[in-house]
């Protein structure tokens, strides 16, 4: 990358300024013209700002006719023609006078046009704020691309009395999709799901209450995104109703654009006009605040399709789920419905009893507020789920407050909320595939007894040959453990593969999924990781796929249920474990696979990552431990926790690998006494000295994570790299800048989070906490989160002593 550096420079000082002087200064004269193909060149804004003309799409042989940000490496799409819907290379769009802009297919037939009433475009102009204007000679407007909108609206854009905005269908494809946003005649401002094949609008999921049915000059008739970048509704009397907060990133260093984006959500974003290293996209507002509960209409598909649930993520943007024994209608729409795997059929019920045919799996906090058709009152929680068992028109039943409420197909407005105390039970046909779990549940419901484990795993983790001393110490503690582990240990069922719905992999569907272990994605403590394609409905799915070395032979009993333990962990900040392999020697974990890697190359990378996504990171492995710690059913400590363990999904949620693995390992050293692996500068002093082994060992390492987080900063490197430097111990360095106030010398020239003086402080705060010599000052994960999240206080911490065992 560096030495290539100059060279892109040179390209871009040579080529830049010639490709300037060919362009317009904004200006298309009538006849101009340009033809579909990977490198046409679109007509741009005197500043360069935004572009005109067809972007390419996913590298396939589509073009849209769009407006979109020149000069920035995402590209970002502000408007299309057309509807969206892209065409063939050697389509052609031309200005012409009588009707403006014309887009014909390759063979010269009319596909869009620009239609102006007044049939005399004298020139055209991409102008510098993002609008494409249709000019007379003497210089009337006829027509301008900000008068239609498609799902954006940029700085100066105004949105009159009828204008709408649609969302797309999905991310990448430009049709109209579900959602609107319309200035109604009343002045109200709404945004509604509509019904795709008619257009037909169903009930609002917000309202800007700016209608007034009484007084016309207080009614709302235009939307204003106004030149500093402030969004709000104008009343005829000239009144506000902002929508959008105060600003602190001002329109002249920083595009901003508001996007009504294709889940629904009304975002705002801002990017630096000028590209550094990390640029992106930052949304600073969203609405509605949760879409998951906004939309709660009896008609209509809700955030997510039909019967499927829906959850907030991080960013305010839904996220949707099929339940157990559902699964998508299309498999490239994860927002779309998903179909019951089965069809309840009532002469089954006639035949035999239903318990045969079906069982009820218990979901957790899922609720489907609509699609009810019978309510018993009083009920208890089992009359609640038979009731559901034994009547073939039941889907799912919920119960809550003694009430139990039963639901048919197709469910709606699917959702899951910790705080609404219900439990919902499903009803799934014994013996169909489930696909895997999407949310905590509790087991099968059936007249089996299920047998609960409790098992605490933990693993061993010690630093590399700088840590061989402190073998004996771990070889007695895993001793320990193993006696420890014995006594709370319960084998389940031998079926209770069908209770966490993970996929049994044959060795041989393996060797044909990786390619023969052809492309290896990582090598960890446990094995080398291969990338690989599983089938699922026809489309394939990429996975990765963990060979596990030195699994111990003959202990088919504890690595299954290792793997059960851990395919019933459910968490978005969790890695999702699909599948295993036990077959001989073969023993094998599959995994979803994430394409954003780990946070090691994200965090030290040459794309130093914004303050936001690093602080929404850190927040999402606190909750991801906090998760594994108190909140699934048995208790999991990591125990190596660690930037190259926590990997990052398609949004940069971070999602934590590698947890409740360790014990397998574990078995196996105890018996050779050898390869201990682990990781030095992430481990907690506890596990040198003769003290219990506690989740505060993970609470150790995840604050010298935190750190790092911060400061984009190794804390190893620097211990190998700058000894003697005051720089050298992260903690203490760290502890250092707290004490002087110096948090700029902490995140150097990072403007964004110094701007966040308060939250950085309060981060740095915590991660000092986290890394305390002594366990019991350490927070617990939820104290850990609250106080990140800003819930409750944090205390000035004391500086953590340095580790004697380095010095
Ligand atoms: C832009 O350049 C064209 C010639 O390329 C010229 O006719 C026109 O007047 C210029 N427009 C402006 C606004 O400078
Ligand atoms: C470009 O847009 C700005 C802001 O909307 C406006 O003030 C200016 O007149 C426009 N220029 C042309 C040539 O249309
Ligand atoms: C977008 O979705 C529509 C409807 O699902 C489909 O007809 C169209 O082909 C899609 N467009 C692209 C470019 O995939
Ligand atoms: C309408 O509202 C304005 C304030 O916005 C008020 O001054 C005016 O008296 C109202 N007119 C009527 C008819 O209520
Ligand atoms: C944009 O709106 C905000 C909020 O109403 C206002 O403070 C600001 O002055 C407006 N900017 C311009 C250029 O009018
Ligand atoms: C959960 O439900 C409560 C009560 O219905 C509601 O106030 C809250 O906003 C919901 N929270 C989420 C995250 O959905």
Avoid at 342 to 355: H, I, K, L, N, V
Avoid at 430 to 438: N, R, Y
Avoid at 571 to 590: A, P, Q, S, T, Y
Avoid at 612 to 624: D, E, K, P
């Amino acid at each position: 990358m560096a030495c290539a550096l100059p060279h892109i420079l040179f390209f871009f000082l040579f080529l830049l300024p010639l490709s300037t002087v060919a362009q317009t200064n904004g200006t298309v004269a009538i006849g101009a013209s340009i033809t579909a193909t990977d490198k046409a060149i679109p007509w741009l804004s005197p500043s360069e700002d935004f572009a005109f003309g067809f972007k390419q799409l996913q590298d396939k042989d589509l073009f849209l006719l769009s407006i979109w940000y020149y000069k920035i490496p995402d590209q970002t799409i502000v408007w299309y023609a057309n509807l969206g819907v892209p065409v063939p290379s050697g389509s052609k769009v031309q200005l012409t006078t009588n009707r403006g802009l014309v887009l014909s297919d390759p063979q010269g037939r009319g596909l869009w046009n620009s239609e102006t009433i007044l049939n005399d475009v004298t020139h055209g102009f991409m102008n510098d704020s993002g609008n494409f204007v249709l000019v007379r000679s003497d210089s009337v407007t006829l027509w301008e691309s900000f008068k239609y909108p498609t799902d954006t609206m940029l700085p100066t854009q105004i949105m009159e009395s009828g204008g709408v905005l649609f969302s797309r269908q999905t991310e990448t494809n430009f049709s109209r999709g579900r959602f609107q946003l319309r200035l109604l005649g009343d002045g109200n401002l709404v945004r509604n799901t509509r019904e795709l094949a008619t257009g037909f609008c169903y009930d609002a999921y917000y309202w800007s209450n700016t209608n007034d049915a009484d007084n016309t000059s207080n009614r709302g008739y235009q939307v204003i995104f106004n030149e500093t970048g402030y969004l709000f509704v104008l009343r005829r009397n000239n009144r506000r109703v902002h929508l959008t907060p105060q600003l602190e990133f001002p329109t002249s260093d920083y595009y901003h654009r508001v996007t009504l984006n294709f889940d629904g959500v009304l975002n705002q974003y801002y990017h630096p006009k000028t590209a550094t290293g990390n640029s992106k996209w930052t949304a600073f507002w969203y609405q509605p605040e949760n879409i998951c509960v906004a939309i709660s209409g009896i008609e209509g598909i809700g955030a997510c399709g039909y019967n499927s649930i829906c959850t907030l993520n991080d960013y305010g943007r839904p996220e949707c789920s099929c339940p157990e024994g559902f699964s998508l209608v299309d498999q490239n729409d994860k927002y779309g419905s998903c179909k019951p795997s089965f069809t309840p059929s009532c002469e089954e019920y006639d035949r035999g009893s239903a318990e045969d045919v079906y069982g009820i799996l218990e979901l957790k906090d899922t609720t489907w507020p609509t699609s009810n058709y019978e309510h018993l009152r009083p009920s208890s929680e089992d009359m609640c789920w038979k009731s559901c068992l034994q009547d073939c028109f039941c889907a799912v039943s919920i119960f809550r407050d003694n009430g139990c409420w039963k639901k048919k197909l197709p469910l709606s407005n699917g959702r899951k909320n910790a705080s609404v105390n219900t439990k919902s039970f499903m009803k799934y046909r014994k013996g169909d595939p489930l696909p895997p779990p999407t949310f905590p549940r509790s087991p099968v419901r059936d007249t089996k007894k299920n047998n609960r484990t409790l098992i605490l795993v933990v693993s061993v983790l010690l630093g590399s040959s700088l840590f061989v001393n402190f073998v004996l110490i771990c070889v007695f503690r895993l001793g320990f453990f193993l006696s420890y582990h014995k006594k709370f240990i319960n084998i389940p069922n031998s079926d209770s593969a069908a209770e966490t719905n993970l996929r049994c992999f044959t060795y041989k569907e393996l060797v044909e999924a990786t390619g023969g272990f052809k492309e290896e994605l990582g090598r960890g403590a446990f094995g080398i990781v291969y990338k690989g394609v599983i089938q699922t409905s026809g489309s394939g799915n990429a996975v990765a796929v963990k060979k596990l070395d030195g699994v111990i032979q003959n202990r088919e009993k504890e690595f299954r249920t290792e793997v059960h333990v851990i395919g019933q962990t459910h968490h978005k900040n969790l890695l999702h474990l699909i599948g295993f392999c036990d077959e001989g020697e073969h023993r094998m974990l599959v995994y979803e696979f994430l394409s954003n890697g780990a946070l090691s190359s994200f965090l030290f990378g040459d794309m130093k990552p914004s303050w936001s996504q690093r602080s929404q990171i850190a927040l999402g492995i606190a909750r991801g431990l906090l998760y594994l710690h108190e909140e699934c059913s048995t208790q999991i400590i990591h125990c190596d926790i660690k930037p190259q363990n926590i990997l990052l999904d398609d949004c940069y949620t971070a999602r934590i690998a590698d947890f409740g693995l360790a014990k397998l390992l574990m078995i196996n050293q105890s018996q050779t006494n050898t390869g201990i692996r682990g990781t030095k500068g992430y481990v907690a002093p506890e596990w040198f000295r003769s003290k219990p082994i506690t989740a505060k060992v993970d609470v150790y390492s995840y604050g010298v994570l935190l750190l790092e987080i911060i400061s984009c900063r190794k804390s190893v490197g620097y211990l190998e790299f700058h000894s003697g430097d005051e720089k050298a111990i992260l903690t203490d360095w760290a502890c250092d800048c707290f004490l002087k106030g110096r948090l700029d010398d902490l995140v150097g020239d990072d403007m964004e989070a110094l701007n966040d003086w308060n939250k950085v402080e309060r981060f740095l705060m915590v991660g000092l906490w986290c890394v305390q010599e002594d366990p019991s000052l350490r927070p617990t994960m939820k104290k850990v989160t609250q106080m990140l999240e800003g819930v409750v206080e944090v205390e000035v911490p004391p500086c953590p002593s340095q580790f004697s065992f380095l010095s």
